[in-house]
T-cell receptor
């Protein structure tokens, strides 16, 4: 199955700054999903990207799916304390319903 | 609406004791079911998945087993816990591509 690599592992951000987390797959994906896990909580679905080159926005969050459908990014603008948590990307293969999760990017925010 | 229940929320067990964690899903039929483990500060490791009653696939060799006695019930078990079994255990279900996770069980083996 596919392996999904995610960087950086940790992101320390000043409140109000922007940051990006990146995700790369060893194989072409049918879709990529992003999840957020708040401290002490469980992963919660944020979004799914299916089309090559797709860009979706959720308020201050911008998600991109690469043209080759092997990489993705999450960009957060004007970081707030509510953005604290771990963001996981998860890729699904073209013939597989299982999700392969990246290691996650844990975000902390300095007020 | 679909909901997923997972219990207990926390568990402290001695080494060598048995384990049984249960997960049930409501509001959907024939879901794919998954057990994940998350070590402290780490990513999600898929342990088992099931596409139907009695159908279990294991992703990694380990001290654990899983069963699906009913369509919407998924059980994670161990006969004898090891210290290395400590972690955050998450059950998830999917019908479409999207996964929905339960609230998890924090297991500490002492």
């Amino acid at each position: 199955g596919q392996q999904v690599m995610q960087i950086p592992q940790y992101q320390h951000v000043q409140e109000g700054e922007d940051f990006t987390t990146y995700c790369n797959s060893s194989t072409t994906l049918s879709n990529i999903q992003w999840y957020k896990q708040r401290p002490g909580g469980h992963p919660v679905f944020l979004i799914q990207l299916v089309k090559s080159g797709e860009v979706k926005k959720q308020k201050r969050l911008t998600f991109q799916f690469g043209e080759a459908k092997k990489n993705s990014s999450l960009h957060i603008t004007a970081t707030q304390t509510t953005d604290v948590g771990t963001y996981f990307c998860a890729g699904q293969g073209t013939d597989d319903y299982k999700l392969s999760f990246g290691a996650g990017t844990t975000v902390t925010v300095r007020a | 609406s679909q909901t997923i229940h997972q219990w207990p929320a926390t568990l402290v067990q001695p080494v060598g004791s048995p384990l049984s964690l249960e997960c049930t899903v409501e509001g959907t039929s024939n879901p794919n079911l998954y057990w994940y483990r998350q070590a402290a500060g780490r990513g999600l490791q898929l342990l088992f998945y099931s596409v139907g009653i009695g159908q279990i696939s294991s992703e990694v060799p380990q001290n654990l087993s899983a069963s699906r006695p009913q369509d919407r019930q998924f059980i994670l078990s161990s006969k004898k816990l090891l210290l290395s079994d400590s972690g955050f255990y998450l059950c998830a279900w999917s019908v479409t591509r999207r996964y929905t996770f339960g609230s998890g069980t924090r297991l500490t083996v002492v």
